[in-house]
């Protein structure tokens, strides 16, 4: 008697029930975003019971309360403060990451791997331990509640993973590509340019949106560093637990509001993300 029918039987039912155990997973993940959505649907008074109240009526209060119709402050200047911030540091971290991991990487240097674990090494000081010297060097310079401050910070904060993210995605690329490049007459910026980086977008793509992500929802930092000039998206979101209590509709609705940007990248790079995040599991 064959023993295909039942293999492939088996085989179904596994995949069955990977595919359900998936759905189950991300279910879970979505559903605190889901409560928090349609809490900020809510009235401050629905938001507070406890159980909370599926069939109450539903407002856009916390979302004008939020964007300052109710005579608060504008959240503008913290949204912006936190695009330019966000974006600025990661442009900078991949100009400088991509040449360091193509050295690491395609030209190696001397002791690649000594490099590549101080760079590691460097994400093992808990960032609370370097608070206090950043402050007084900031004040010293005159570069409190300063965006561009942040900019550096950020930039010198996620270089370290951006280099081994890179270093291991240009690794995967044919030397031979890069070798017959040389033999047309390129020059490193135009091999840089025009050979490694199309063929390591995925990577990059990937790279640049977890910078992104690490740079916008960065709080320690900001919340020192800044005050009133350079507030950050964050840091304007704590603004609205105060000694008065909790509102709840409104910060699920900030909450959901500063996160969009967050949720938009990582579905319009969703494709490189994935792509970039496996290159290399395959040969």
Known sequence: MSTTAPHARRVRGKGAGLGLLAWLLGIAFFL?????????LHS???AATNPPSFAAALTLDGYREFF?????????????????????????????????????????????????????????????????????FAKNAGMLDNIW???????????????WMMQS?????????????KVDGARLPTILARVVAPISLPGIAATALICFIFSWNE???????????AETAPVFLTGFITSQGLFLAKVCAASLVISLPVLAAGFAAQDKLVQGLSLGAVK
């Open 32 to 40: 605190p975003i889901a409560w928090m959505a349609l809490t900020s």
């Open 219 to 229: 709080l320690l930092f900001a919340r020192v560093l800044t005050g009133v000039v």
């Open 149 to 163: 401050l942040l900019v550096i910070l950020y930039t010198s904060m996620n270089l370290p993973i951006a280099v």
């Open 169 to 181: 995605f240009l690794a995967e690329i044919p030397i031979a590509v890069i070798e017959a490049a």
């Open 44 to 46: 401050e008074t629905d």
């Open 68 to 136: 300052g119709a109710g005579g608060g402050a504008s959240p503008w200047p913290a949204l912006i403060n936190s695009t330019l911030a966000s974006l600025a540091s990661t442009l900078l971290v991949l100009l400088l990451a991509f040449p360091a991991a193509y050295a690491l990487s395609i030209n190696r240097v001397r002791k690649w791997t000594d490099v590549l674990f101080f760079f590691l090494s460097t994400k093992m000081l808990p960032a609370v331990a370097g608070l206090l010297p950043i402050y007084l």
